[in-house]
């Protein structure tokens, strides 16, 4: 975007029923579904070509328009819920309805000069998906071997049994299906074989990275590792120095890259453990040397994407 222009926000509240909408300072609402959404689209191309459509993160819901938006090469930006939230007490606004808040949520937009997010790649939209489903049935399993130990009657331990079992064939039909929807697209699977070869990184974190951190390579170290959720914020105040906490980010690849990391450390002869016994040594907690450890495997994994993508880039020119 040119430094003299600037964006024209739209800030929408969704629902599984409707879209509340707000345009240039009007509230209108559509239906969530296709001839709403059809509707909607129209609306916001009549607005120009510098249009933002701003929403919260709100789970599926805002997973589809993300797709949808990026589909009609419409500009938009995913916010997290709490900051709409904390905006609008910070404006004394405590009333809440839908109108409110596609209103607060432009108002944050346009205060904050938000930045469009990066369209997602349509070859990721598919693996996302198919993750999803594979996450929530390895959870969904865990509990019911967790279950299975409280009971005694072999009727009820049998039923369980023959869930478990049924979920481990579901789990391992969504796993084929995620390594060949990996495997059709070559730029993909170069990315996921790149990934593979980086120590400490296994199967499930190299799929999870392509899609749940498909910026890596592409920011600075501090920046990922506040978007992964392992950077140090400071509380401090005055006089006063306290703890720096890791904290938001996303969570589900810092948990990915948390395991890896305890296994590197428990395997020995590597720079992350390295890097662990020397916090140690220090006198540094066990958790915050393991989240110390973490953060440096992945700044240096984000270099290391950062130089492959550079190479990747020179070769296909060359060709």
Known sequence: QDATTSWEYVGIDLSKAQIDADLNGKHKVYPNTAAGLDRFRKAVEGLGG?????????????????????????????????????????????????????????????KNNVEPNMPTRPELVRLSELRGACDLLIR???????????????????????????????????????KEQIQSVPALARQYEFYLHQQGIGVQTASALLHELPELGTLSRREVAALVGVAPFNYDSGHRRGKRFARFGRRDIRTLLYLCTIALIHQGNNEVCDKYQELRKRGKAGKLAVVASERMMLCRLNARTRDWLKQQASTDEAA
């Open 140 to 178: 969904q399993r865990g509990q019911l071997k967790a279950a299975q130990k409280a009971y005694d009657d072999k009727t009820a331990m049998k039923s369980l049994g023959v869930a478990i079992a049924k979920m481990d064939k579901e789990i391992a039909k969504l796993q084929a299906a995620i």
């Open 50 to 110: 510098n249009v933002v459509v701003v929403y919260e993160s709100t789970g599926w819901i805002s997973r589809r328009i993300s797709v949808y938006l990026d589909k009609c090469r419409i500009r938009r930006c995913c916010l997290t819920a709490s900051w709409i939230r904390h905006h609008a007490k910070s404006i004394g606004r405590h009333a809440k309805t839908d109108k409110l808040d596609c209103q607060i949520i432009t108002d944050y937009a346009i």
